[in-house]
């Protein structure tokens, strides 16, 4: 299934970086994320304004804690067509009046730098969609949904894919240039130290974070735990522990703070970054919004391998410390 997802995303992606080069490719590349534009558009008002009986045949067989209305869902799906339909729109009058207008000295209209924004824009609108069709999260757990080490690995290898082909890996960049533009390097002594004094600082302020947001909304806390019991079910084991902190540290740092955060920035990618954890989506975005704030800071500070091992030693340590509490309170 998320292959069907990440393969033409990649497509695009190739199609947007030979586009840097080639004139052909620039346009095509304008036409398909129009396209994507006006898919997300359509859907949005086919959701937003279907009848409002339209689910009421299925309305007694819909899970637990799912929304039969459409209207938010068609409501994000359409503000993420327009959203992404105007800087595609702006990107091609400007190429065809013969001007590179430019943000803070970036090229936005390039094919590489825009396909980045639209991709952020309907990604981000996709997920407060989703959001919308939930209307009591805590009874997700009820829903039976598992995600296992094949679901995890293949996201991983899906958005390690589309940081290396989208900072032009083979097609703009060779290996070593790829690497640089990632800012990835060998890891050294002092390197290892601040992954630990970074991790420790990060989990024990997460703690005081957490603490103080469970007596302001405690049902903020309950709807996150609802979605990370679905990810970490599978994972609760310290092998386990260790293995989805690599592969989520390694492949989100890979594409937020190596491959978006030099194009959108530090504090936009930290928006991006938050928006796109879904099971955040209300008070407890506090928690994942400082986690992307140090990240980017230590990317800049350090490299984005360093950044990589401090989230995969971060989340690694979280779901430790749930597994070993798990365990004391049933003995």
């Keep these: ?60 067989r819909l899970p637990p804690g799912l929304n039969a209305d459409l209207r938010g869902f068609g409501g994000w799906l359409l503000a993420g067509g327009i959203l992404t ?9 400007a190429t ?38 939930i209307s009591d999260p805590s009874l997700l757990s009820d829903l039976g949904l598992e995600f296992g080490l094949s679901d995890l690995a293949a996201q991983a290898a899906g958005l390690v894919a589309l940081a290396l082909v989208g900072v032009g890996l083979g097609l703009r960049r060779d290996w070593r240039q790829s690497l640089a533009r990632l800012k990835l390097s060998p ?14 600082l990060m989990v024990l302020g997460s703690a005081m974070v957490g603490g103080l947001i469970t007596l302001l909304s405690p049902e903020s806390v309950a709807d996150a735990d609802a979605f990370n019991q679905i990810l970490i079910g599978a994972f609760s084991s310290p ?6 902190g690599l592969l989520t540290g390694i492949s989100e740092e890979l594409l937020y703070r190596g491959a978006l955060q030099p194009v959108f920035g530090l504090w936009l990618t930290v928006l991006i970054f938050g ?57």
Excluded: E
Excluded at 85 to 93: D, G, K
Excluded at 275 to 297: A, D, F, K, P, R
């Design 187 to 200: 890891v050294g002594g002092r390197d290892l130290s601040a992954v630990v004094v970074v991790t420790g």
């Design 85 to 93: 339909a105007v800087p595609v729109v702006a990107a091609i009058v």
């Design 1 to 60: 299934m998320l292959l069907l997802v990440f393969i033409p995303i990649l497509m695009l992606v190739i199609l947007a970086n030979l586009g840097q080069g080639y004139a052909w490719a620039r346009w095509l590349t304008y036409f398909a994320l129009l396209g994507m534009a006006a898919f997300a558009f359509v859907g949005g008002l086919a959701a937003l304004f279907a009848p409002p009986d339209a689910l009421a045949p299925a309305v007694d």
């Design 239 to 244: 092998w386990g522990a260790v293995v989805l």
């Design 275 to 331: 928006l796109h954890h879904i099971q955040y989506l209300n008070i407890s975005i506090i928690v994942v919004l400082l986690l992307g704030l140090t990240l980017g800071w230590v990317r800049n500070r350090w490299s984005t391998t360093t950044a990589a091992l401090v989230h995969a030693a971060y989340n690694s340590t979280l779901v430790l410390l749930a597994v070993f509490a798990s365990q004391a309170i049933a003995s």
């Design 96 to 133: 065809l009046m013969g001007k590179d207008p430019r943000i803070k000295g970036r090229p936005w209209t390039w094919p590489v730098q825009l396909t980045a924004i639209c991709l952020a824009v309907l990604y981000t609108c996709f997920n407060l969609a989703q959001a919308a069709l």
